[in-house]
């Protein structure tokens, strides 16, 4: 049982208050207008909370959006980690900086990252974002599905201020139930397919949409599989090709070795050593 | 002060002058700004020149190294010693490059000895990382007899002879390991790397071209040396290992159509892209026409023949590794990378540190030697 979000892109109004209210508890907003380190990351918040809308409105991911709105034709989509079920990121970070909590969250320790930006380069999602201005600790920025704030018993910021319930928090297995009835009602209303269900072999982030996701800008060419098991194919079998290539190298090595002495012996007119 | 003892001034030092003082402000501004001053990398295009360039065809340009201590001391094929030494110092120099370059394009390069302690086997970085590590080490080890010859040291000599064999075998084991570990880092990016290029076959790929392209650089660097410090060619040796390498392009070439075919990729050849430019010119320039070339024996021993021919296999094994690392990848980025002056800058001060390296080297070891002498004749790996 793990945790995740179900965003349905046909009820976002595009108000920007899951953008804020990610910004104030990530410590994100400018000057003095986040309390930050007391009390902004675990505060409760709501529907009618006050935020700083002024601050949001990036269209892109960065170091400083982990949540954005993106406006496609007449469709808002939010974009931020999908926290696959078997994450890229994981899988390609050389010092396990990466991991996959058993609530759901995928997070980043810093202190074991060394910036090789694999992470950045692997996702399926082209998610990861990178400190670069940063001259000795520059750090990978994405969002961590408030694990902090789940830890305490809170949901994630975003889901808890938006106003229409476009993006809601919950057991992924509930989620899915709740996304297939959706279709089921409406079935005018929804593509037949709930993004996330399989894609590189399942997110924790679903999405429901009225347009083809192709769209939204979600990429619509992931395989259904896991993409760790790509690399992991090859990597399993280097203790096995070690040990046989030493064996034939070395078996070569004696052979040729063997075949010189016995050349130079009869040279030499003598026996076979 | 005496001006005679100063080094002449000719046209190549005063080139390499320039580069390193443009490599010094970009080192200074890469250590003081930070990546984003000094490159032209995005979260679009985490990884530019200096993994594209500098790493990943560093170290496929130290495939001399293994390709030859494997023929001379596993295949025990004698004749290719002479053209040992040298090749070993070339890989070492370029691996040291992949090192120094990965300490610039780190965000936190004083965390490069993680992988040491904090072990993720899941990823091909892991692998990497421990590759550079030990095969670093053993090139140092494999050059180190040229170091105790000068200084006339018989006993580290007397130990090196007893463990050259498996230092060999660990040294050719872990250049397999690592250059197909350069191929399979991407295999974990099948929707984002072009058709022409991703395929699962792509650790193979990078493995038998690393081959090929070695025995293209020990011809490519023999000539450079041969006129460089007026020496004679080894004619004949290189000759037979051009044959070699059209075997190994052959070989090479054949793999990649079928798989090509197989996947279907071809079809984008109909599309008039940037992308089916580059992919024609790696296998037109840098695979077919040296292949062709190399067919005729007349080619193979003709000095200036063999040479063109080696110059276009690296240039087709640049043209693949830059592809895989960044023009491939454009496409699905939908974002244009080129390298700022300062990342070009710091890769050419590196080049240009290689060269002067080798010259050193050269100048001061017995790098190409002549017969060793019985006593002195340690491990010429």
Request: aromatic share 10%; hydrophobic share 45%; net charge positive.
């Amino acid at each position: 049982m793990s945790k995740a979000i179900l965003v349905d892109t046909t009820r976002c109004v595009g108000c920007q208050r899951c953008v804020a209210a990610c910004k104030l508890v990530n410590g994100l907003l400018k000057g003095s207008r986040s309390d930050f380190l007391t009390t902004d990351s675990l505060r409760t918040l709501g529907p009618d909370t006050d935020l700083a809308l002024d601050e949001t409105g990036d269209d892109e991911l960065s170091a400083n959006a982990l949540n954005v709105v993106q406006t496609r034709g007449s469709v808002y989509v939010r974009r931020f980690c999908m926290h696959c079920q078997d994450p890229t990121c994981v899988s390609v970070c050389p010092v396990g900086a990466f991991r996959k909590t058993a609530a759901g969250p995928v997070v980043y320790e810093e202190e074991r990252c060394m910036g090789c930006r694999y992470c950045m380069m692997a996702c399926p999602f082209g998610v990861p974002r990178y400190e670069w201005n940063k001259v000795l600790t520059p750090r990978v920025k994405k969002c961590n599905m408030c694990a902090p704030r789940q830890a305490k018993g809170l949901k994630p910021a975003c889901t808890e201020v938006c106003p229409v319930q476009a993006g809601i928090f919950g057991e992924r297995e509930d989620l899915m139930r709740e996304a297939e009835t959706r279709l089921r009602q409406e079935p005018a209303k929804y593509l037949q397919y709930v993004y996330g269900e399989q894609e590189v072999g399942g997110t924790s982030v679903l999405y429901l949409s009225a347009v083809p996701f192709e769209g939204l800008g979600l990429p619509v060419n992931l395989p259904h599989d896991a993409l760790p098991t790509y690399t992991w194919r090859v990597l399993s079998e280097i203790p096995t090709e070690v040990a046989l290539g030493g064996a034939l190298l070395g078996g070569i090595w004696w052979i040729t070795k063997r075949r010189e002495e016995v050349a130079k012996a009869e040279r030499e007119g003598g026996k076979r050593p | 002060m005496n001006l005679e003892k100063l080094p002449k001034f000719t046209f190549w030092r005063g080139v390499l002058v320039v580069i390193l003082a443009a490599g010094f402000y970009s080192t200074l501004l890469r250590f003081t700004k930070g990546l984003g001053a000094a490159t032209h990398l995005s979260d679009r295009f985490p990884w530019g020149l200096w993994i594209g360039f500098d790493v990943i065809c560093g170290v496929g340009l130290a495939a001399g190294g293994f390709t030859l201590a494997a023929t001379v001391y596993v295949f025990n094929l004698r004749r290719f010693h002479p053209v040992l030494r040298p090749s070993i110092l070339t890989a070492f120099l370029g691996y040291a490059l992949v090192a120094v370059a990965l300490l610039y394009d780190l965000g936190r390069p004083y965390n490069i000895w993680h992988p040491l302690i904090m072990w993720n086997p899941h990823s091909v970085m892991f692998e990497v990382a421990w590759c550079v590590m030990l095969y670093l080490t053993v090139l140092a080890l494999e050059f180190s007899p040229a170091v105790f010859e000068h200084f006339r040291m018989q006993k580290p000599l007397k130990l090196f002879k007893a463990i050259t064999i498996p230092l060999v075998i660990a040294g050719v084991l872990l250049s397999t390991l690592h250059q197909s570990s350069l191929g399979s880092l991407f295999l974990i990016v099948p929707s984002k790397l072009h058709p022409y290029w991703y395929s699962p076959l792509l650790p193979l790929f990078f493995f038998i071209s690393a081959v090929g392209t070695g025995m293209g650089i020990v011809i490519f660097e023999s000539n450079l040396s041969a006129r460089a410090f007026g020496r004679e060619l080894e004619m004949p040796l290189l000759a037979a290992l051009g044959r070699a390498m059209a075997v190994v392009l052959g070989l090479y070439g054949i793999l990649r159509l079928q798989d090509l075919w197989r996947r279907g990729a071809l079809v984008h050849l109909r599309e008039p892209s940037t992308e089916t430019v580059l992919f024609a010119l790696e296998m037109v320039l840098g695979l077919l026409t040296p292949l062709f070339m190399l067919l005729f024996r007349r080619v193979r021993e003709d000095r200036e023949g063999l040479f063109a021919a080696a110059v276009l296999v690296i240039t087709g094994f640049l043209l693949n590794r830059l592809n895989v690392s960044i023009t491939g990848l454009e496409y699905s980025a939908h974002a244009h990378y080129f390298p700022k002056w300062t990342e070009v800058a710091v890769t050419l001060s590196m080049v240009g540190m290689m060269f002067l390296c080798f010259a050193l080297a050269v100048r001061y070891l017995n790098v190409f030697e002549a017969e060793p002498s019985g006593e002195m004749r340690g491990v010429e790996a």
